[in-house]
């Protein structure tokens, strides 16, 4: 069902909080590259109070006015780093080439990290398809000050060979050539595990699926920590879950979150939505090291965008 979500010359876009730690709905605004400065200010204010939103009824958004609202957030990147066959604006999230199953925060693999991305949906299976956001803002918050301290001076290589694609249950041709585009560069990126947000300040876990090790541990060290800082980000206290509808739209900080696909739809249902990353700065540690690249080159993908002031 649509909501209609109209708002008077001059108005303020209505925040309507989902959770103390993280989500908000917004209502009030119509989306599109027409939006006034002030509804944009507000728009990137909550983003940041509430790490995700959603807006509802925006049916009128097309592929074009997506991206032209993408445009007065901050500069969208190409779709992927490798998947360079997905279109020329947006990427899409398509159920028939794999399911997003699993935590992730996007991108993580390059050094230029996306900070947001705004997902429309398209197409919804009949029942389920949900998905949900954690914040790995309050998770760190909610730290002991002692794993504070261990987290701050780790480090962790993420890397493209250790995706969500192609774990879903769509057919194995459509997986396994998605799985080949996706590995068809090979990107290594060393990040903190403590990243200093670039314009809130805030710190948070930087995490996920794409992680390949904790730097200087052995295996066996770097899962049981990895998995206990997973863990806290994944704390369903730190969530909030979203059922789409036709004309929804939801925008992540995505150097404050991670999110998972709920795959709990059969294989004879399409799940389709378009996704637009913005540009992101490149991760600082607590300590004032950036992230470095040990392998590929992500300019094709997105300019380092320069932090905005909080």
């Not at 990137?44 to 097309?62: C, P």
């Not at 250790?162 to 998605?178: F, K």
């Not at 990040?191 to 710190?203: F, I, L, S």
């Not at 939505?273 to 590929?296: E, K, M, Q, W, Y």
Request: hydrophobic content about 35%; some cysteine; glycine content about 8%.
């Amino acid at each position: 069902m649509s909501v209609h979500n109209s708002v008077e010359p001059g108005s303020a876009p209505r925040v309507v909080k989902l959770g103390t730690n993280i989500g908000a709905r917004i209502e009030g605004v119509r989306l599109g590259g027409d939006l006034d400065a002030r509804t944009v200010a507000a728009i990137r204010a909550a983003l940041h109070e509430h790490k995700v939103i959603f807006f509802q009824g925006q049916d009128q958004l097309t592929e074009d006015g997506q991206y032209e609202f993408a445009e007065l957030l901050g500069s969208p990147t190409t779709p992927h780093p490798t998947l360079t066959s997905a279109g020329a604006k947006s990427l899409a999230i398509d159920s028939r080439h794999g399911r997003s199953n699993v935590w992730h925060t996007d991108v993580t693999f390059v050094d230029r990290v996306p900070q947001a991305s705004i997902l429309r949906a398209v197409t919804l299976p009949s029942y389920g398809g949900s998905t949900t956001w954690a914040s790995t803002v309050a998770a760190y918050e909610a730290l002991p000050q002692p794993l504070k301290v261990l987290a701050e001076s780790l480090r962790a290589r993420h890397t493209n060979l250790y995706d969500y694609a192609g774990e879903g249950r769509s057919t194995e041709e459509n997986s396994a050539a998605y799985r080949r585009e996706f590995e068809s560069e090979y990107f290594e990126t060393e990040h903190p595990v403590v990243e200093v947000h670039p314009e809130t300040g805030e710190r948070a876990l930087l995490l996920g699926c794409f992680v390949k090790e904790l730097v200087g541990l052995t295996g066996n060290e770097s899962k049981a920590l990895f998995q206990l800082f997973q863990n806290r980000i994944t704390r369903l206290e730190n969530t909030t879950r979203w059922n789409w509808s036709l004309g929804d739209v939801a925008i992540w900080d995505n150097r404050a979150t991670q999110h998972y696909a709920i795959d709990d739809y059969d294989g004879s249902e399409h799940r389709k939505l378009t996704r637009i990353t913005l540009a992101g700065a490149v991760p600082v540690g607590v300590d004032g090291r950036s992230s470095t690249v040990i392998s590929g080159d992500a300019g094709y993908y997105s300019t380092a965008a320069t932090p905005r002031a909080a």
